[in-house]
């Protein structure tokens, strides 16, 4: 029946992995975010222009 020490509770060894884990379901939100947007119609003919002007360019 000896009280807790204090420092046990402020134990944080296991914040790199649920850290980590929550950053890797954040990034993949925003890359499927992100992978909407460049699908949408006109993004999508946008870039396909861009990508056209820039294969076809004679400096």
Not at 29 to 40: H, N, R, W
């Amino acid at each position: 029946m000896f009280p807790r020490p204090r420092y046990v509770f402020l134990d944080d060894r296991g914040m790199s992995t649920v850290e980590y884990s929550l950053g890797l379901l954040v990034a993949a939100a925003f890359a499927m975010i992100l992978f909407g947007i460049v699908q949408s119609g006109s993004v999508e003919d946008g870039l396909t222009g861009l990508i056209d002007r820039a294969l076809n360019f004679t400096g």
